[in-house]
Nanobody, 116 residues
Framework: QVRLVESGGGLVQPGGSLRLSCAASGSIFSIPAMGWYRQAPGKQRELVARINSGGTYTNYPDSVKGRFTISRDNAKNTVYLQMNSLKPEDTAVYFC?????????WGQGTQVTVSS
């Protein structure tokens, strides 16, 4: 059983920045490839960043490329998402989970609201 706890969300003005954290705990030997996902009201959950197990490969959709950066600290079983130049359309609940394979149980997510 793996538990995921996301944190770091909040209210920020357009153009601002936030850094999200995702702490994984439980029955894991090592964290596999991970992804950050988001879900806006009335929309499907979408992948916004992914990183391989070693932290040497990352990938982003065009909507966030150049603005978001995913990283990880395997010693702490934690994955991060640095979000810069935030836009109102980035408003959503952000989640982390493994990338590929069956997802673990989803955490509660962290709300990001971009508004002036």
């Amino acid at each position: 059983q793996v538990r995921l706890v996301e944190s770091g969300g909040g209210l920020v003005q357009p153009g601002g920045s936030l850094r999200l954290s995702c702490a994984a705990s439980g029955s894991i030997f090592s964290i596999p490839a991970m992804g950050w996902y988001r879900q806006a009201p009335g929309k499907q959950r979408e992948l916004v960043a992914r990183i391989n197990s070693g932290g040497t490969y990352t990938n982003y959709p065009d909507s966030v490329k150049g603005r978001f950066t995913i990283s990880r600290d395997n010693a702490k079983n934690t994955v991060y998402l640095q979000m810069n130049s935030l836009k109102p359309e980035d408003t959503a609940v952000y989640f982390c989970n493994r990338f590929g394979g069956l997802p673990w149980d989803w955490g509660q997510g962290t709300q990001v609201t971009v508004s002036s």
